[in-house]
DNA sequence: TTGTACGCGTTATCAG
DNA sequence: CTGATAACGCGTACAA
């Protein structure tokens, strides 16, 4: 452990390890303190000193080591989101919106993705705790039973989004999805149609699957309409939407009026009604929910259901930021959702047939 | 500051702070350096002993400091990843897979948005150096000058990605965007298309769409084509879609083949063209790139470039992880982009007229 | 195999 | 307004 030439040390940049607070003290004439306090609490030491200490520090190419930091200051400037996926555009744009807002206060966002096994969120948010995420971010109701006994100990603040759940144990910034699908059915309803169907995902963890479902049976149900078990679950992608709609023409060819619970769905489904040579609205209406980019662009223009993605992941960001700042708790809050109407619906073939003879 | 009934401080779990080393060395009644390598060196610890601190830890529901690990292990295990924003399907598919893939190696990742000014990114990676990210993922060729001299000197393994740079100062992994347009337009010009027209998104702070723009132009003007200054230059929603393929039809008319840069892009450009009563291909042709999940479902189906989004997220992961741990630099990646040929492309109208002279 | 003791780089506390 | 110094919670030489 013999140091030759020990002068050395300080002259050669390359084993220059990183500049430290102490490194700028010695360097600015000051303590570390005040390199310290110059840079976290600039209205509590002199001008000049400031000054000085900020160019000695930028020439040295110094920044606080994050660890140190946060180890000291018990402030990591991280929060968590878990989600399912990245790759469906409704969790990314909200997703986007909520790191976005984060960063403007200085806070750093951790993605997690869980899949849609609800199983593995609960793993995923240890984690996202254990890295000292500050504020954590969820989609839907909280499933697994181990995670809500462990957010019910407090521990950093939690809102859950895309779901209106007044009864949640951690407040959410969502919708509500019940009313949301049930307003369409009633739009559909109004127009004439009487045989309906649903395709929708899975059921299983999905909270907004389940609602959208159970509004769609008791609206069924409750007026006395035809469908209410005529529901084709498949996944979130085009194809599904496209086997689910060949499926529905099949088993049900009384059908009218088809429900898709996603955008992606609805467009697999217009797309393979076209292939088919079934004209969409006129020999069958089908109605989305998301109102993605493309809705407005289908063949037809896709009536369906807007959702506040982007707002979920700003107000989402905001309440935790505040809840971090002035310890004032995340509110519940219910966005709205409503119903944009284009061209893939309107009344069904053998009512327009009743109209036209009623007006001849 | 006088503490009435002191004794209660440890049987009231709501004062806890949290359970540190110390606190499991004390109660699984071994040393906190004991505790640590029961954790992180499980091997040279006794059967019975680390099972007896794994216990009462989790028992007491301890989780180590990140912070205090990272200060003290050098690592915060941790990666960054600077790209324009996630509300692209392309970008987002990207970061999902490259999240997902260090996620397995126990490392989390940050995203920074940038938007598509470049100047961001320089701020935005000295953000997330600065907090402590282990090694990261960029879009694109290193515009702005000051990132690239930031770069030059050694800090941390670094790779961009979606663009094939040879020359690049960091190590690539992309595809050749040049070649890739090249092909596209190779593929209209054997059908016999003779004017074209390009949809493209700024060239400002996007080398692949100067890469894309320079092939059109070079294939066109080598060939002696017509429309090289053809370029309609716009964002990347489907109504700047909409908007350039009505600017091709008015400003020139005479075009058969259109190729867009973006299938978000071509989406616009197929529906309006739709709406125009132009039918695609047998009016005109329209190619895409990316190959976007809804591209076979367009009506006709778009002819597009297939972009290795999730293989660059997944192989930029692997090679950061594995530079990380055994030191080896990432390696320069050329990747395979080829053209699916479906079917919103054909031979253009006069030819086809000709052709069919010809067989009679 | 286990324990002791020190240091990682900051920020907070307390004097001055 | 500034300086000295004690934590922050963990990993790891070194000693036992």
């Known amino acids: 452990m013999v140091r030759l030439m020990p002068g050395k040390r300080a002259k050669q940049p390359k084993l220059k390890k990183k500049a430290g607070v102490f490194d700028v003290a010695r360097e600015a004439g000051v303590s570390v303190a005040t390199v310290s306090r110059a840079f976290n609490l ?14 000695t520090a930028q020439n040295l190419g110094y920044a606080a080591n994050p660890a140190a930091k946060a180890l000291r200051s018990r402030k990591t400037h991280i929060v968590g989101a878990a989600i399912p996926t990245l790759d469906y555009a409704i969790f990314a744009k909200m997703i986007n919106h909520f790191q976005d807002s984060f960063a403007q206060h200085g806070y750093m966002t951790i993605v997690a993705t869980t899949g ?19 504020a954590l971010l969820l989609v839907g109701a909280i499933e697994d039973p181990a995670l809500v006994s462990y957010l019910k100990r407090p521990h950093i603040p939690v809102v859950t989004t895309y779901s209106y759940l007044p009864d949640e144990i951690v407040p959410c910034i969502g919708f509500d999805n019940y009313a949301a699908t049930e ?20 059921p299983k963890g999905s909270d907004r699957q389940r609602a959208r479902i159970a509004a769609y049976k008791d609206f069924v149900g409750s007026r006395n309409l035809h469908g209410a078990a005529n529901i084709i679950i498949r996944n979130f992608t085009i194809r599904d939407g496209t086997e689910a ?18 955008d992606v769905m609805a467009f697999g489904a217009l797309s393979e009604s076209r292939r088919l040579g079934i004209r969409v609205p006129q020999d069958i209406s089908i109605v989305g929910f998301d109102d993605a980019e493309y809705a407005a662009q289908l063949e037809p223009p896709l009536t369906t259901i807007a959702v506040p993605a982007e707002e979920m992941g700003r107000l989402a960001a905001e309440m935790l930021h505040s809840s971090l700042s002035n310890g004032e708790p995340p509110r519940f809050v219910r966005l709205d959702s409503h119903l944009i109407v284009r061209k893939s619906a309107c009344p069904p073939r053998a009512l327009k047939q009743l109209r036209l003879a009623a007006a001849v």
Request: hydrophobic share 45%; with cysteine; glycine share 4%.
């Open 116 to 134: 849609f096994e609800h199983a593995n969120v609960f793993e995923k948010v240890k984690t996202l705790v254990d890295r000292g995420a500050e």
């Open 183 to 202: 307003s369409a059915m009633e739009y559909l309803a109004d127009l004439g149609h009487r045989n309906f169907a649903m395709i929708a995902g899975s």
């Open 245 to 262: 709609i060949r499926a529905i023409l099949d088993k049900y060819p009384e059908t009218t009026a088809v429900v898709c619970n996603t």
């Open 42 to 55: 600039p209205d509590i030491v002199s001008e000049d000193v400031r000054r000085r200490v900020l160019a």
